[in-house]
């Protein structure tokens, strides 16, 4: 059983930063592609980033380019999300996947082998 936990989560002003971080147990990720999604309220789930399994390569939606950042720790079997120049319009769940398939798979989000709880992130004006 697989478990992926995401942290980080909070209330931040609007220009400012946070680091989610989504740590797995129960198996070893290393060879997954990893990413985010998030799901504002009354609105469907969107890609935010995804990594691939080695990290290098990266995607974003293009509502995050230049202020997101993906990352990864292999042996800490963890996937990182540094968020700067936060928006009101961030404000929303935030979810890590990860799935076998690849980074293409993850960017189209759907049937992904492993997602996490989520970690609400609000950004205030």
């Known amino acids: 059983q697989v478990h992926m936990v995401e942290s980080g989560g909070g209330l931040v002003q609007a220009g400012g930063s946070l680091r989610l971080s989504c740590a797995a147990s129960?198996?070893?990720?290393?060879?997954?592609?990893m990413g985010w999604f998030r799901q504002a309220p009354g609105k469907e789930r969107e890609f935010v980033a995804a990594?691939?399994?080695?990290?290098?390569?990266?995607y974003y939606a293009d509502s995050v380019k230049g202020r997101f950042t993906i990352s990864r720790d292999n042996p800490k079997n963890s996937v990182y999300l540094q968020m700067n120049s936060l928006k009101p319009e961030d404000t929303a769940v935030y979810y890590c996947?990860?799935?076998?398939?690849?980074?293409?798979?993850?960017?189209?989000?759907?049937?992904?082998?492993?997602w996490g709880q989520g970690t609400q992130v609000t950004v205030s004006s």
């Open positions: 129960g198996r070893r990720l290393s060879a997954y592609a």
């Open positions: 990594i691939t399994w080695s990290g290098g390569d990266t």
């Open positions: 996947a990860a799935d076998r398939r690849g980074a293409s798979t993850i960017v189209r989000g759907t049937g992904l082998d492993y």
